[in-house]
């Protein structure tokens, strides 16, 4: 069964149930008993937060999620493996982007825990993760941030005068920071559509023909559109309008330091001289009408 | 004066002006008469948005604003410049991912547009631009999006017995999508503190040496934490802790495929092979603290 990522239909944000069987009819979770549901090939799409690792700390919008393996009874009696499917799930979701769901289980100490029961809580992102050695065990432990868990977003208030924001997206969701902006530079968008013209190119540039290659197995590749998706360019989210390119060549192909020619050589936008030519694969057709728009952004021409 | 980002304390969104010298004497937007307040070694900060260039599209949460030069009277007649004060100013908050304050000014037929006088109406980010031929001269139509206009973000409603998302952030602004995960992959913190660092290496990255120059004279690099920010972690906003980067060696060295040794060595996280020394300036020093609690994330020791 492939994985759904996102909420549920029917299951808002906040849905109770009395026990795992009911959340694993409701589409929430698919395990009856792991805590993660994930492999990695498709990533994680939720977990359960039940207090059975002593590890898991659980700060409301951000969750330290220990990872599964080498635990009995709640003691760590050996080490985990990162390659274990839940733990390579996580990771996948963390390269990904991928939304995990975060369902709360009853029992642990956390004041976010329902007192009976399980409770939906919403979609996380999988920021990070660490290796944390338990008992002289080798355990992860991933860093889940809140990104809809369907309340207001800020909340803005006096604090000794100065003005304070609490994001509730974001890093610092859980301690408020003086108010400045902190935004991401760049934002890279996530489809089906982007996932398969990845997985076509095996997360090698198109470009430059790197692999940025991490532990854990992965590759690390950005789905980039050529033409970009709303006003003013409309480029639509097909595959035919997205590239595979390494997270340099997608900050140079955004901003006219690269563009292509017809023939899909790639062109230098500083010097205009053909540096290269675009990789393909039988598969990925690329449309040149997008190519011809995205160049038109940059140059000159009739 | 240095440009000061973000909002203005005493002037929420929604703030109201009679006219430019009272918008001036706010600190909302520092020109008397020119539509941006910006320039190329800080950014852009403010735009007034009236309605003087015939171009100028504004769908509410998404702003196509046209640059400055070569308009007379509301009438395109010389080319644009990208390196204009202003035009390289919105480039340079585009490539930094600055926010930008938007006042709408009364003039021109938007819906959006106050009766009369001038409102502030919140942060946007510059998201990308182009080149359009207006009379047969070259402008720059700026995309800026809106980031935090003082709204509740989602209107989530039922739409063809489809659930659809109107996302307030991003990059679908301005028309309903269906609701899936749509997330970056990547989010870059950015402070006064990454820009000071990004500054003192002209954007080089220090790992690869590598500069990533876009047209109009910028190089893009990120600033990258080397104990990340936040629980569990919580490493410092400070110098000490942040490099200049280029966006794959950020990817790297954030998910365990790059490493530094206690003498600055740059350490490849799969074979633990040293492939380079990090490139340091005078001025820029790192606090071994941090770059040894993040080999600790990837790396067993004592």
């Known amino acids: 069964m492939a994985k759904v990522f996102g909420h549920i239909a029917g299951h808002p944000v906040g849905s109770c149930f009395a026990n795992r069987a009911d959340l694993r009819a409701a589409g929430l ?20 937060v039940s207090g059975g690792y002593s590890t898991d700390e659980d700060f409301g919008d951000v969750i330290l999620y220990t990872g599964h393996g080498g635990n009995r009874d709640g003691r760590q009696v050996g080490d985990q493996s990162i390659t274990a499917p839940g733990n390579a799930g996580l990771l996948r979701s963390e390269l990904e982007g991928h939304l995990v769901r975060v369902i709360r289980g009853a029992g642990g100490d956390s004041p976010y825990s329902p007192a009976v029961g399980l ?7 999988v920021e990070s993760h660490r290796s944390v050695w338990v008992n002289g065990f080798l355990t992860f432990q991933f860093r889940l941030v809140a990104v809809d868990t369907g309340r207001v977003p800020s909340d803005v208030r006096e604090q000794d ?15 408020p920071v003086p108010r400045q902006p902190s935004q991401a530079q760049r934002a890279v968008r996530k489809s089906a559509v982007t996932q398969r013209v990845k997985d076509w190119h095996e997360g090698q540039c198109q470009m430059c023909l790197q692999f940025l290659a991490v532990p854990g197995g992965f590759t690390y590749s950005e789905g ?10 409309d480029g639509p989210d097909v595959v035919e309008n997205v590239l595979c390119l390494c997270p340099n060549c997608h900050v140079l192909f955004d901003h006219g330091g690269r563009y292509l020619t017809d023939e899909l050589g790639v062109v230098d936008g500083l010097t205009h001289e053909q540096i290269g030519e675009l990789r393909t694969v039988r598969a990925h057709r690329i449309d040149l009408r997008y190519v011809r728009a995205h160049r038109r952004r940059w140059v000159a021409e009739g």
């Open 29 to 48: 979770h698919s395990q009856r008993i792991a805590g993660i549901s994930g492999n990695p090939r498709e990533g994680a799409d939720s977990v359960v």
């Open 119 to 125: 409770r939906y809580d919403g979609l996380f992102r």
């Open 161 to 175: 005068g100065e003005e304070y924001v609490t994001p509730f997206h974001g890093d610092e969701a859980h301690s």
């Open 224 to 233: 980039a559109h050529i033409l970009a998706i709303g006003r003013p360019y």
